[in-house]
């Protein structure tokens, strides 16, 4: 099993900016993908963005230009940097790791968009 830790969730004013943390608990090399989650209060859980093992990179139209995904392999950590944040970018962001055949998913910290 891969075991996620996460961490940087907060308050942040709309405009400002947070970074997220994950570390992993096994080498990322042998992860097929990371990738972060949100779900907001009455909706869904979605893609914010993922990172494969070759380090290609995707994100959800809503944060693409704003978020950046990114890893370190040495310290099997991958980060969200989340800049100009919006009130609606307010939700619980799930790190998860997606080890064929099975998704692990962190604790999930809370991310408050608010003035």
């Known amino acids: 099993q891969v075991q996620l830790v996460e961490s940087g969730g907060g308050l942040v004013q709309p405009g400002g900016s947070l970074r997220l943390s994950c570390a992993a608990s096994e080498s990322l090399f042998a992860i097929n993908a990371m990738g972060w989650y949100r779900q907001a209060p009455g909706k869904q859980r979605e893609l914010v963005a993922r990172?494969?093992?070759?380090?290609?990179?995707s994100y959800a139209g809503s944060v693409k230009g704003r978020f950046t995904i990114s890893r370190d392999n040495a310290r099997k950590m991958v980060f969200l940097q989340m800049n100009s944040l919006k009130p609606e970018d307010t939700a619980v962001y799930y790190c998860?790791?997606?080890?064929?055949?099975?998704?692990?998913w962190g604790q999930g910290p809370q991310v408050t968009v608010s003035s």
């Open positions: 990172i494969s093992r070759t380090g290609d990179t």
């Open positions: 998860n790791a997606w080890k064929v055949p099975s998704n692990y």
